[in-house]
């Protein structure tokens, strides 16, 4: 976002507006090459190893290929780190230029330029970047006075706080989380354009106002470089062609939130049009390209059972079977496929359901209970001929028109899903094969021996690089792990669904105020109060469907009840939610279509005919649904203060007492609603909302040994609207992800850190420095230790060596980089 504002014109005329032309100017500098390598085998988040998989038969890839072996970084089954201890992630030259000089009789002015070139770094650290630590113009202000006032205007930075290793009253810049916190606040720090003004009061005081620029924070994986374009697979093969796209895969310091968003395995950015790949494959096992009704699956989950293509329910014509009815076809089967109507419910992806259910089972309930007989028909089944659901059981079992089989029966040629496993590619009954998956070789997997797990494992997953389903691991950590109450209904939704990511940031006439007045007490006490209006530094990024227009389409829920035999309810046992995505201007009247409307929306029709299939019979898949991921930055008020004094002591001399506090106002955290995401509420499942919180950090300086310094803080982050109610709750954003459940934030979080600094050699020109940190976890702790020591080889250069230590519980926000654990050296000459 290169965008020109009013700060930055204000800034440019008190440049170039004086008529004196600028003295000669002094140009300093120093030139800095850092070289880092990884302490630690392993994977950084986001980068989970490479793979290959080959194209689905005759399918054909985006770029014409077929059959062919395409790398890709994502969920694999090899254990192989993507980086050894010692490999190198970065190797940066880089150039700083300082520009000093005098504009006029009252005014000097400073540019700092800063140019660098990472050889090693990710697509989006190697080079310059604006309004990032490596902006190639850092700085640019002139310094004036108006009468009383001091005036700083231009590209800048404003520094309120005195705490170590992390930011509280520095409200007006950014940080770039690049790096984490390893690199020091002066370099981490964005500058911004700003007007900056200060005056000294008659007694001592100060009055402070900052008019700036907002920018938000960079964290990688949620920069400013996330394409916003329509992801979407393959319109025909539905491959994935989003392969690789991960933000910032690889990067050393990805935390495990942003790689829930856009990464390239974990991200819901890209496992949406995935997702919506597979509901499309369902479709397609159950719809066999015939016109006859013998050879269509047909099992609509309407209200009364059967309506396609506007039909009423229970219309037994040929004529209303006649169509593709995409993913009707087992969505009541439960209960290891001994019930078809114990409920609406998948309960697939579940324990007892879906996910464990075999394919012979399968078969046989479809064929067996309700098809072949009248026996436990139950329902609207009942109104059937036997023979015409014998046809339809027999299509189910063989799909013959597409794939081959026996018609008829329940057992033998694998039927249905298998040939659609192995038509894709994945064989299951060649030990050893090129495409062969683990733990599923060896044998020949018959109906009764493949289940839905193994078809969702190896049929489904290996076409996609996003993590969507790994049952066989026995852990919740994929996207299907987490949505077991997903009813077929509701899948609809999903058909060719997209996904995007858009930036609605604040416009170039906004603006940030903040206001700070510092005094000092009689008694030897400094304090300072702070006030501002400004947009949150952090991003926050909100869900919504979007129609083919961009219009917002309205999540609307239908709860259906059904009795053991089949029959509608009104009375609960058993509900399930089942979810509709209709156009916002005409959800009223999709509201009153609920017993045909299958989840996908039609924009401007309310009629039962537009609302009933959803396979149009020439354009295939009509209307898929888009979900946005839309990052932007809120306003927020903030109110704080700090002070320091010092206290002599008799054992420790002289001991400065310090303390920091900030109280924000409508500022916004990331709430997780598990229960919504079980039944398939991909927005409902994660909201932002509003919530204050309140920040201090108290801390204690002494100097010990001469002059080593030594300072102890503790640190609170309490989030005062803290929602906790089950599988509802307020989750950690540097850390939620599918791999932890969507950790879940701590309410009180504390971080306690110990800081150690010392100059050493003969007139104390090298120094040796370490910073602890320890942050407190839900079931466990993170730590970081930073150690560094810079040597002074002569007057103009330095060389700098640091160790950078993260361990602890993975789900903390230091303990996940363990695998980032790093040495850097570097040499800096000045001049």
Do not use: C
């Not at 009180?748 to 120094?767: I, Q, T, V, W």
Request: charged share 15%; glycine share 10%; proline share 2%.
């Amino acid at each position: 976002m290169k965008k020109n504002n009013l700060i930055l014109s204000a800034a440019l005329a008190a440049v170039f507006s004086t008529s004196t032309v600028f003295a000669e100017a002094e140009v300093t500098g120093k030139f800095t090459y850092e070289g880092a390598a990884y302490t630690k085998s392993g994977s950084t988040i986001g980068d989970s190893g490479k793979s290959t998989y080959n194209m689905p038969n005759g399918q054909g890839a985006a770029d014409g290929s077929e059959t062919v072996s395409k790398p890709y970084k994502g969920v694999t089954n090899a254990t192989t780190p993507s980086h050894s201890d010692g490999d190198q992630f970065k190797s940066e030259a880089s150039a700083r230029i300082f520009i000093d000089g005098e504009a006029s009789d009252n005014a000097t002015y400073h540019v700092e330029l800063n140019l660098m070139q990472d050889s090693e770094g990710t697509t989006n650290y190697d080079s310059n970047e604006s309004y990032t630590q490596r902006d190639p113009l850092r700085e640019a202000y002139v310094d004036t006075t108006v009468g009383d006032w001091s005036l700083r205007t231009g590209k800048q930075q404003v520094v309120w706080g005195t705490a170590d290793g992390m930011k509280l009253l520095d409200t007006i810049n950014p940080t770039d989380y690049g790096e984490m916190a390893q690199n020091q606040m002066e370099d981490s720090r964005i500058p911004v354009w700003m007007v900056n003004a200060e005056t000294t009061n008659e007694d001592g005081s100060e009055f402070q106002m900052v008019v700036s620029e907002p920018r938000e924070n960079v964290f990688a994986g949620l920069n400013r470089n996330i394409g916003t374009h329509v992801r979407k697979n393959h319109d025909t093969s539905l491959m994935d062609l989003s392969i690789n796209e991960g933000t910032d895969s690889g990067h050393a310091f990805m935390m495990m939130g942003p790689d829930s968003i856009t990464g390239a395995s974990n991200g819901f950015l890209n496992i949406v049009p995935d997702l919506g790949s597979i509901a499309s494959q369902f479709g397609s096992a159950f719809s066999p390209a015939s016109t006859t009704a013998a050879d269509n699956l047909v099992l609509n989950l309407d209200t009364g059972g059967y309506s396609v293509n506007g039909g009423a329910p229970n219309d037994t014509s040929a004529t209303a079977f006649n169509t593709q009815i995409g993913l009707g076809g087992f969505g009541n089967l439960e209960d290891y496929g001994t019930t078809i109507y114990t409920s609406e419910r998948m309960s697939g992806f579940t324990v007892n359901g879906f996910s464990k259910m075999t394919m012979a089972a399968m078969n046989g309930a479809m064929y067996n209970n309700g098809f072949a007989t009248d026996t436990d028909a139950g329902g609207s089944l009942a109104n059937l001929t036997p023979g015409f659901r014998q046809a339809i059981g027999n299509a189910f079992m063989g799909l013959t028109t597409k794939f081959g089989g026996t018609a008829g029966t329940t057992t033998g040629n694998a039927a249905a899903f298998q040939e659609i496993i192995d038509y894709y590619g994945m064989t299951l009954n060649n030990a050893g094969t090129a495409n062969s998956i683990t733990g599923f070789v060896g044998a020949s997997l018959t109906a009764d021996q493949l289940t839905g797990a193994i078809m969702l494992d190896a049929g489904f997953q290996p076409l996609y690089s996003s993590n969507l389903s790994s049952f066989q691991d026995g852990k919740n950590n994929s996207a299907f792990d987490y949505m077991g109450n997903t009813t077929f209904r509701t899948f609809n939704a999903f058909v060719n669904a997209r996904s995007q990511y858009v930036y609605d940031m604040p416009d170039n006439t906004d603006i940030d105020v903040a206001f700070r007045y510092k005094n000092s007490t009689k008694n030897g006490v400094n304090y300072s109060l702070n006030a501002s209006y400004n947009y949150d530094k952090n991003p926050i990024i909100g869900l919504s469907w979007r129609g083919d227009n961009g219009q917002l389409l309205t999540t609307h829920k239908v709860t259906s009840y059904r009795t053991a035999t089949g029959a509608a309810t009104t009375t609960a046992g058993g509900g399930t939610i089942n979810l509709q995505l209709v156009d916002t201007a005409v959800a009223t009247a999709h509201a009153t279509q609920t017993a045909h409307d299958k989840g996908y929306y039609t924009p401007g029709s309310t009629t039962s005919a537009a609302l009933s299939g959803i396979y149009g019979a020439a354009s295939g898949i009509n209307n898929p649904a888009t979900l946005r991921f839309t990052q932007s930055v809120e306003r927020v008020k903030q109110i704080g203060g700090s002070f320091d004094t010092a206290i002599e002591t008799a054992a420790l001399g002289p001991v400065v007492i310090r303390g920091e506090a900030l109280y924000t106002m409508d500022g916004y955290s990331p709430v997780m609603n598990k229960d919504a995401l079980a039944y398939g509420d991909l927005v409902g499942a994660l909201q932002m909302v509003k919530a204050d919180r309140f920040k201090f950090v108290l801390g204690a300086d002494i100097t010990a040994l001469t002059n080593m310094m030594i300072s102890a803080q503790f640190i609170q982050d309490s989030n005062l609207d803290f929602v906790d109610n089950g599988n509802h709750y307020t989750t950690d954003y540097a850390t939620m992800h599918l791999s932890n459940g969507f950790n879940k934030a701590i309410k009180d979080k504390n971080f306690y850190s110990l800081f150690f600094s010392k100059p050493f050699g003969a007139s104390g020109e090298h120094r040796w420095n370490n910073i602890t940190m320890l942050e407190e976890g839900l079931n466990g702790n993170g730590k970081w230790n930073r150690a560094d020591v810079e040597f002074s080889i002569d007057d103009d250069t330095q060389a700098t060596v640091e160790y950078n230590k993260y361990w602890g519980n993975a789900n903390t926000q230091f303990g996940q980089l363990e695998k980032s654990s790093n040495i850097q050296v570097g040499v800096k000459y000045s001049f």
